[in-house]
């Protein structure tokens, strides 16, 4: 077994030295809110040499009920045995990439690690990154041999709605929310079906957790963001970006804080649940 590990970013040229090993296991995780078939048309295009590719609303969600958010998490048991199929083992080296921002592969960061495993990486810059340094892409679909993972779940890691409501009234948390201004204020919404956020939370948008060419800001720069005292909560539309927003608290140096896995497009499916808009 590889003693290296890597578990929040692994940066291109670091992939490159260890894509050949057999506990390397690539995933692509490219996709689109706006169009769901982008992500794995651009897989069929080229994508990083080994890489299987999962789709956010098929692979690393679960079923869409009325009572869910956009994007629930998925059955345990079921995205365990994705991960098998996909050659993954208590051992695999998992490293996870998309367009280039992290923020549909720090969505799979955020499952791996709900399920116990902790050898997990995001690929800082994502392919855009990887293409940048020169280093190929092909078109080869892999048949990996089925793995033996074995889920250990840590549930503590998210929050239900009634959880968060309890405590957001009790001021036991300080609730963190991943998206762009506007919505988070309520001025426009061109997901959901309503717009504004959760009273008390405060706005963290996720894109703001990177430098201007698409890679993660430096620890120091991201601790300034992401505060680290008190019980940190984390959401945004759909329980996607809200990981971005995880990963860099844990780049950060601190502990991993919760993951509000609904997120906003659950909460508003309660008409009772209070809603603010402003900031």
Not at 96 to 108: H, W
Not at 250 to 273: C, N, Q
Request: with cysteine.
């Amino acid at each position: 077994m590889d003693t290296e590990c890597f578990t929040t970013l692994i940066q291109s040229t670091d992939l490159q030295r260890i894509l050949d090993r057999d506990s390397t296991i690539v995933i692509d995780v490219r996709f689109s809110l706006a169009d769901p078939a982008e992500g794995s048309a651009l897989y069929a295009t080229g994508h990083i040499p080994g890489a299987s590719y999962l789709h956010l609303d098929n692979d690393l969600s679960g079923d869409v009920t009325p009572s869910t958010g956009r994007h629930p998490l998925p059955d345990v048991e079921a995205f365990a045995d994705t991960l098998r199929r996909c050659g993954i083992d208590r051992h695999a080296q998992i490293v996870a990439y998309d367009q280039g921002s992290g923020a549909f592969a720090g969505r799979l960061w955020w499952l791996c690690k709900w399920l116990g495993h902790e050898q997990v990486a995001v690929l800082d810059g994502g392919i855009s990154a990887w293409q940048g340094q020169g280093f190929a892409t092909d078109q080869a679909v892999p048949f990996p041999n089925r793995g033996d993972f074995q889920s250990h779940l840590r549930d503590e890691l998210q929050v239900t709605a009634t959880e968060l409501e309890q405590a957001m009234i009790s001021g036991d948390i300080v609730l963190f929310d991943a998206r762009a201004p506007e919505r988070f204020r309520g001025e426009v919404e061109p997901i959901d079906k309503v717009a504004g956020h959760i009273p008390g939370a405060q706005n963290l948008p996720f894109m703001e957790n990177l430098a201007d060419e698409g890679t993660f800001l430096p620890a120091e720069r991201l601790a300034e963001r992401h505060a680290s005292g008190g019980e940190i909560v984390h959401m945004c539309g759909s329980g996607v970006t809200a990981c971005h927003n995880i990963l860099a608290t844990v780049l950060a140096g601190h502990t991993m804080p919760k993951l509000y896995a609904g997120s906003w497009s659950e909460w508003i499916t309660d008409p009772t649940r209070a809603i603010a808009t402003g900031d």
